[in-house]
Structures are given as structure tokens and as C-alpha cells.
């Protein structure tokens, strides 16, 4: 079993960043592909960003494409999504999570609780 701990939300500004983190608990995190989802109030969990367990091969949903940058260091068992240039639309949970790298929700079986993220316009 992995636990996984999201850092890092918070409330910003349009046009502002924020760092996600994702702590794992333990060393297999390195074997996992790492998703990170979000969550906006009466929508559906949507896909933003995964990275194979070596950290390559990263994707990007459309919406975050050249705003989000997805990253891991096996070394520290984290990982993490810098995000740049927010908008008030970002504004959901963000979720990061382990297993199979895919763009889909079901693929991944480890789950982190959600952090929050605000972005007030």
C-alpha cells in the first residue's frame, strides 16, 4: 500500500502559480506512474497531467498545456505540478495519484486526500 499526502494549495490571484506536492510513503513510488487530477464543485474528475515512474513522457491536458509542469524526484518519493499563469477556472481539488500512467481516473488505484485551490479573479 502507498499513502499519498498533497501540499502545497492554497488561495492566489489570477496570474499567479502555486507548487503542488505529493508525498508517497513509500520507496515503491518509483515503480508508479504519477497522475494529477482536479475536481471543481458539481463537475467531474478531470485529467491534467501524468509522467511514466522514470519521470518521462510527460502529457497534458489541453486546458493546462504550457501553464502546468509536472515533475517527480524518485529520490525524495514526491511529486509535484508547478502551476503558472492560474486562472479563477482552476479553481478545484487537486488530486495526485500512482499506478498505471493513463489519462484515466480508473487507472490509478493510490490516491492522495485533495488539496485545495483557489484562484479569485
Known amino acids: 500500500q502507498v499513502q499519498l499526502v498533497e501540499s502545497g494549495g492554497g488561495l492566489v490571484q489570477a496570474g499567479g502559480s502555486l507548487r503542488l506536492s505529493c508525498a508517497a510513503s513509500?520507496?515503491?513510488?518509483?515503480?508508479?506512474?504519477m497522475g494529477w487530477f482536479r475536481q471543481a464543485p458539481g463537475k467531474e474528475r478531470e485529467f491534467l497531467a501524468d509522467i511514466s515512474p522514470s519521470g518521462g513522457k510527460p502529457d497534458y491536458a489541453d486546458s493546462v498545456q504550457g501553464r502546468f509542469t509536472i515533475s517527480r524526484d524518485n529520490t525524495k518519493n514526491t511529486g509535484y505540478l508547478q502551476m503558472n499563469s492560474l486562472k479563477p477556472e482552476d479553481t478545484a481539488v487537486y488530486y495526485c495519484a500512482l499506478d498505471r500512467l493513463s489519462r484515466l481516473s480508473r487507472s490509478y488505484n493510490y490516491w492522495g486526500q485533495g488539496t485545495q485551490v483557489t484562484v479569485s479573479s
Open positions: 513509500a520507496r515503491t513510488f518509483r515503480l508508479y506512474a
